[in-house]
């Protein structure tokens, strides 16, 4: 990764595009900023508004004098694209106004209206913090082309402590013939970082709407969102006035730190696998990804301790001191030293993080992905080095997108070093970490040979998850041969929960994230000895009447209002000792709860599956280290194999054999590669039945890649997409302590009548599920917002989704673009959330959507959604909406991509199970839901599976003439 070679240069850079003159057409980004007029002439107002609405612009707030505005201003510190300013008023002049909006620290252009147009008098408004100065009467041509000029075209103020960074401050670049790649590294840099926060605030539109322009600003928020948690800041936002330090005495039970000596078990590490073999990046391009990472988020230095010629970003000592203290005020550790490398850090001076990225970019990106992602990077190059911007519209497509996105996620997992965690307070090791018994599994062993290693089972399992581990069981304990299957791996209690760097990498699919082919949403699926169970969140509802009703009457599918299916609810819960009696809630799920009940919203305790005990490390979304979670590797499976049940890790089946008998296709067993301490072996596994329980994402594939036709297999995919909004509450939350998913609100789940709508729920709060998906405008905002981590809780919107998407074999892809439809109720559901975060005490509320502003509560106002100020921040919220590519839904629940059906037709499973066009084939896991559940899908599955599973048995028992 060192920098050390030479490389050829392109020919000379030509210039930059923000020194170019603008055209004066103002773009659609500008115009959808909101402007405040601070004017006290009514005529005047008039005026410069109908100027303002010709132009296009539509959010125009207008204040009648100095501080008017300025409380305007603070109601809403980043709501304001630009500031017109009369310079004289009654009550409070502008000039003193802008002098206050400047000691708030905010850098929104202002413009002084001004009748006094002597040169000399503009020149002395430029000196007492305006940017630019208009004649009165204000002129359409000359408004318009200021408008262009600071909405468009983003010129840096004259500030001296970021001149370090400005695209005008740097003189135009003289290319040497050849350059080695740390100077290409330097002049990356320091061009990146202007060009991302250029980029990320204006969001540019560059032709199609996937091209880099959107594009940028969405792969640099979860990019900078992660590498904000290793503790870096941009200096400039220290004292915006939204940095709220919290004081005030707790209105809601906060969780306690732990008291006594702090417990010295921990879980033990487990090592990632060794690191990549080469890299598809060449030196350059991976220069210009360090450069990046770098310039968005700097090392920050003090003036007196700053060197000559860094690319380190300098304030003054003043500035300096000022960004530490608001960094400690709200943090886990105030000493000087501690923050001073919390500032200091950065990403690329971590070779853990650059070993971190590499694994991702070259283990779970694909070749189409990481092509894409060369060609964003050759795209910046040209747009960072050359000073061009592409013309992006051919870059966009999946390919860069998708390649950006898995940038995005390498980077998820590489956090929570050293300093986030001393600078909050968070631990990876729940508090009084006592590991659970382990079940002594015994694995199926191979040696290495060139042979298939052949075995013959009733039947084989693909997949030890949540279908998988329940069938086991039943099959197990109705006397049959049974044999489970995974290609993922057991991971005993005394390695959990694992860090996230080892859990993203050990326990889930795809190294921890996914993005659909159009990135407009991003999934999770657990992969690992037990699957989504062993690392899901513990909440155990069932399915509605409503949605029961559907699948039993409009899917013709009677078993879904039986009392057969209604037993198998129950049975599974039973098992699993699910309850909520046992519950105690975390400070944000009693926020959900009491807010949502203020509201005279309908909200309840949800069960756990937590075998009748109180549960609440909060870490276990990274596997259950107390073993008190009942996942499968927990319950099921461990019930399956005291029945007689075997097991086989590290084998990833390839494909279903089948053989034609009396005519019909019919599956005779699995073929693939057990891989285990890198000894690999071919085996097949012969069965009378096989049952696929790969999950939603992977049955659907591996039926694809039998040879299976049916047109509907990997069709009809549900992913609950999902919404997030965070809050700061002024108590010590320690969000990271306590159980995790135990309240529900539920009085927006059925919004069209059909069952479609949204639910809110609390959300793991493991740094990079919560935190990474902050809504964030710069660096700064983003170092502040980390440092202050622990009085954090996030919630998630998800709706009951009515459209639907595709899993694709050949090229392996997810298509899943959440509707308007679908999404309207996820934002409906997030509104109406932050609404309950009002009534429940919340300080500062961050709706998770790109260009959404926060709000800053205050405290001397009336709790209650009919606040003006409120209500109009929560229509702008409303306005910025969840619309991709500015949005990414999350998705942590799939569902239906090989439905059942009532008739061939239809689904891709029979009734029973039974794959449609086969005999001998089943699938039994989420996939075959007729349609969203609508609920947190575990229990749903668990009963589909456990009817599957049990009327197989009895199938097989009356095909051989057993008793049953
Ligand atoms: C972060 C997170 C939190 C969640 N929280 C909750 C919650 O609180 N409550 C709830 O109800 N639901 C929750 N869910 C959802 C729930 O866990 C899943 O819906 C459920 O696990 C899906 O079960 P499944 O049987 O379809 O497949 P999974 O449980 O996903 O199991 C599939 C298994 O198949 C294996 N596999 C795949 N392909 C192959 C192959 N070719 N060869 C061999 N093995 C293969 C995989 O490794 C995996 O282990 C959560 C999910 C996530 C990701």
Not at 16 to 25: G, N, Y
Request: with cysteine; proline share 7%; net charge negative.
């Amino acid at each position: 990764m060192e920098p050390v070679k030479t490389i050829e240069e392109p020919a000379a850079p030509p210039a930059l595009p923000i020194q170019q003159e603008p055209d004066a057409k103002l773009s659609d980004v500008a115009l959808a900023k909101s402007i405040l007029l601070v004017e006290d002439n009514h005529i005047n107002q008039r005026l410069i508004v109908r100027l303002l609405k010709g132009l296009g612009f539509t959010i125009i707030d207008v204040a009648a004098n100095g501080k008017e505005g300025v409380d305007m201003v603070k109601a809403g510190p980043s709501v304001y694209g630009l500031i017109l300013m009369d310079t004289s008023m009654p009550v409070m002049s502008g000039v003193e106004a802008t002098k206050m909006i400047r000691e708030m620290g905010l850098d929104v252009p202002i413009m002084a209206l001004t009748a006094h147009a002597m040169m000399v008098d503009q020149e002395s408004f430029l000196t007492q913090g305006f940017d630019d100065c208009l004649s009165k009467p204000v002129r359409k041509t000359k408004l318009q082309e200021a408008l262009v000029k600071w909405l468009d075209r983003a010129l840096p103020r004259q500030n001296p402590a970021r001149a370090c960074t400005s695209f005008l401050s740097s003189t135009k670049p003289t290319k040497p013939p050849t350059e080695s790649i740390t100077s290409l590294y330097r002049r990356s840099a320091s061009r990146i970082s202007t060009q991302a926060s250029f980029a990320h605030s204006q969001a540019r539109p560059l032709g199609s709407p996937h091209s880099i322009g959107p594009t940028l600003p969405r792969v640099l928020g979860p990019l900078l969102a992660s590498i904000q948690l290793s503790g870096i800041i941009y200096p400039e936002y220290a004292n915006l006035s939204y940095t709220t330090t919290y004081d005030t005495p707790p209105s809601i039970p906060t969780m306690s730190a732990p008291s006594g000596p702090i417990a010295a078990l921990a879980p033990l590490a487990t090592p990632l696998p060794p690191s990549p073999n080469g890299s598809p990046f060449t030196d350059a391009q991976w220069a210009i990804l360090m450069a990046l990472m770098d310039a968005v988020v700097p090392r920050i230095v003090r003036t007196s301790a700053a060197t000559p010629g860094s690319l380190d970003y300098v304030v003054s000592d003043a500035e300096y001191a000022f960004l530490s203290t608001q960094a400690g005020a709200s943090a886990h550790a105030t000493d000087a030293e501690t923050l001073d490398a919390y500032l200091a850090e950065r990403p690329s001076d971590s070779a853990e993080f650059q070993d971190l990225l590499m694994r991702q970019l070259v283990f779970y990106v694909t070749d189409e992905q990481v092509n894409g992602l060369k060609f964003v990077l050759a795209a910046l190059r040209r747009a960072v080095i050359d000073g061009l911007y592409p013309d992006a519209g051919h870059v966009g497509r999946a390919g860069a997108l998708g390649g950006a996105e898995g940038l995005a996620n390498a980077l998820l997992v590489a956090d929570t070093r050293a300093l986030f965690p001393a600078v909050t307070g968070y631990s990876a090791t729940p508090t009084g970490y006592e590991p659970g018994p382990a079940f002594d599994y015994k694995f199926l062993q191979f040696k290495a040979g060139g042979e298939p290693a052949t075995l013959e089972f009733d039947v084989v399992i693909v997949g030890s998850g949540v279908g998988g581990g329940v069938s086991a069981k039943n099959l197990a304990e109705a006397g049959f041969s049974v044999l489970v299957v995974d290609k993922a791996y057991y991971h005993p209690p005394d390695r959990l929960p694992m860090t996230e760097a080892a859990g993203y990498t050990h326990l889930f699919e795809n190294g921890g994230f996914d993005v659909t082919y159009d990135s407009s949403l991003t999934f999770i699926a657990g992969s690992n000895w037990g699957g989504g169970g062993s690392i899901n969140w513990s909440a155990s509802l069932q399915p509605q009447s409503y949605v029961r009703h559907e699948w039993s009457q409009d899917r013709k599918l009677p078993l879904f209002e039986t009392t057969e299916f209604q037993d198998a609810l129950d049975r599974v819960c039973y098992r699993m000792g699910v309850s909520t009696e046992h519950v105690e809630h975390s400070h944000g799920n009693q926020v959900l709860l009491e807010g949502a009940r203020k509201l005279g919203y309908e909200a309840k305790a949800v069960p756990q599956n937590t075998g009748g005990h109180k549960h609440a490390c909060g870490r276990c979304g990274m596997g259950c280290g107390a073993a008190e979670k009942q996942g499968p590797n927990v319950c099921w499976l461990p019930d399956a194999a005291r029945a007689g049940a075997q097991f086989m890790e590290g084998y990833n089946v390839e494909r279903v054999l089948f053989e034609t008998r009396g005519g019909n296709k019919t599956a005779v067993g699995v073929k693939g590669v057990w891989t285990k301490d890198g000894v690999e072996r071919e085996v097949v596994v012969k069965a009378q039945r096989v049952i696929v329980s790969a999950g939603s994402l992977k049955s659907p594939v591996l039926l694809m890649n039998s040879g299976l036709k049916n047109k509907h297999i990997g069709r009809n995919l549900y992913m609950h997409p999902a919404n997030m909004v965070s809050a700061f509450f002024p108590e010590d939350v320690r969000p990271w302590e306590g159980a995790i998913l135990t309240t529900v609100c539920t009085s927006f789940e059925n919004l069209d009548g059909h069952g479609h709508g949204a639910k809110m729920e609390a959300t793991c709060m493991i740094p990079t599920l919560s935190l990474s998906q902050l809504n964030w405008t710069s660096g700064p905002d983003w170092k502040l917002l980390a440092a202050k981590y622990r009085h954090m809780n996030t919630y998630a919107s998800f709706a009951r989704d009515r459209d639907t998407g595709r899993v694709l074999a050949n090229p392996p892809r997810v298509e899943y673009t959440p509707s308007a439809f679908d999404r309207r109720h996820t934002l409906i559901g997030l509104l109406e959330m932050i609404k309950i975060l009002l009534v429940g005490g919340a300080a500062e509320i961050h709706p998770h959507l790109p260009g959404a502003p926060p709000f800053i509560v205050d405290p001397s106002a009336e709790r209650s959604p009919a606040d003006p100020t409120f209500a109009a921040w929560l229509r702008k919220v409303e306005a910025v909406g969840n619309a991709p590519p500015g949005v990414a839904c999350g998705s942590a629940h799939q569902m239906g991509s090989c439905r059942m059906s009532a008739t061939e037709g239809m689904g891709v499973v029979d009734p029973e199970g039974r794959v449609w066009e086969t005999r001998g084939l089943y699938v039994a896991d989420a996939s075959v839901f007729p349609s969203a559940s609508g609920v947190n899908p575990m229990v749903t599955n668990l009963a589909i599976s456990d009817v599957i599973s049990r009327r197989m048995a009895a199938g097989l028992k009356k095909e051989r003439g057993e008793r049953l």
